[in-house]
T-cell receptor, first 118, second 114 residues
Framework: AQKITQTQPGMFVQEKEAVTLDCTYD???????LFWYKQPSSGEMIFLIY??????QNATEGRYSLNFQKARKSANLVISASQLGDSAMYFC???????????????FGQGTTLQVKP | EPEVTQTPSHQVTQMGQEVILRCVPI?????FYWYRQILGQKVEFLVS????????KSEIFDDQFSVERPDGSNFTLKIRSTKLEDSAMYFC????????????FGQGTRLTVV
C-alpha cells in the first residue's frame, strides 16, 4: 500500500534562508505523482508544486523546488529565501497509481509545521 | 483564476443533526473528492466521485455519509446523524482528469459538532 512519511513535526528557519522539508514515500507502482501543499493558519490548502514519477528533472515553481530522488523514494521540498509568510503547515501527498479501482485520490503525510523567524 | 468554492466556511451543529456541506467544483472538471482533516492531524480521503457515481470510498465513509451532484454544478457531502468525532475541516477537491498535475482544493468547511 502507498504511504507518505514526513518525519519533521516542526521546523524553524531564519528569514531569507533556505529550508528543506523532508518527505519519503513508499509505493511499488512505477507511475505516481507527488504534491506539496501549504496550509496556513486560515486552513485552506494551497497547491505548491508537482512532480511526476517519470519526470526527468526536478520540479521548480518560483521559490519552491522539489528535490526528487527516485531511488531513495524521497521528494523533499526546498523553499529558498524564506519569508515570514511562509510560516504554515506543509503537506506532502502522493497520488496513487492507476489501475482497477484507483481513482486519483491523494494520500497525505502527517505534515510539517514551518516557522520563519525574523 | 478558476477555483473550488465551499459553503459554509464554518458550521456548528448539534450532535445527531444532519448537515450538508456544499461545494462548487471548477466547471469543466470531471473528478471530485471529499477529504477530512481532524484538527492538527493529516488530511484523510473520504470519497471520490466520477460520472455521477461514487468511484471509491474509504473506511471512514460509512452509511452516515452520502454524496451527490444534484444539478451538475454543486457537489454535496451529507452527514445524516452527526457525532462529536465528525468535528473536522472538510475539503472538497476537483480535477479535470484523474492524472491531472494539480488537485484543486476548496477553502474548506470547518464543522463543529456540539
Amino acid at each position: 500500500a502507498q504511504k507518505i512519511t514526513q518525519t519533521q513535526p516542526g521546523m524553524f528557519v531564519q528569514e531569507k534562508e533556505a529550508v528543506t522539508l523532508d518527505c519519503t514515500y513508499d509505493t511499488s507502482d512505477p507511475s505516481y505523482g507527488l504534491f506539496w501543499y501549504k496550509q496556513p493558519s486560515s486552513g485552506e490548502m494551497i497547491f505548491l508544486i508537482y512532480q511526476g514519477s517519470y519526470d526527468q528533472q526536478n520540479a521548480t515553481e518560483g521559490r519552491y523546488s522539489l528535490n526528487f530522488q527516485k531511488a531513495r523514494k524521497s521528494a523533499n521540498l526546498v523553499i529558498s529565501a524564506s519569508q515570514l509568510g511562509d510560516s504554515a503547515m506543509y503537506f506532502c501527498a502522493m497520488r496513487e497509481s492507476y489501475g482497477s479501482g484507483n481513482t486519483g485520490k491523494l494520500i497525505f503525510g502527517q505534515g510539517t509545521t514551518l516557522q520563519v523567524k525574523p | 483564476e478558476p477555483e473550488v468554492t465551499q459553503t459554509p466556511s464554518h458550521q456548528v451543529t448539534q450532535m445527531g443533526q444532519e448537515v450538508i456541506l456544499r461545494c462548487v467544483p471548477i466547471s469543466n472538471h470531471l473528478y471530485f473528492y471529499w477529504y477530512r482533516q481532524i484538527l492538527g492531524q493529516k488530511v484523510e480521503f473520504l470519497v471520490s466521485f466520477y460520472n455521477n457515481e461514487i468511484s471509491e470510498k474509504s473506511e471512514i465513509f460509512d452509511d452516515q455519509f452520502s454524496v451527490e451532484r444534484p444539478d451538475g454544478s454543486n457537489f454535496t457531502l451529507k452527514i445524516r446523524s452527526t457525532k462529536l468525532e465528525d468535528s473536522a475541516m472538510y475539503f472538497c477537491a476537483s480535477m479535470l482528469e484523474d492524472r491531472d498535475t494539480e488537485a484543486f482544493f476548496g477553502q474548506g468547511t470547518r464543522l463543529t459538532v456540539v
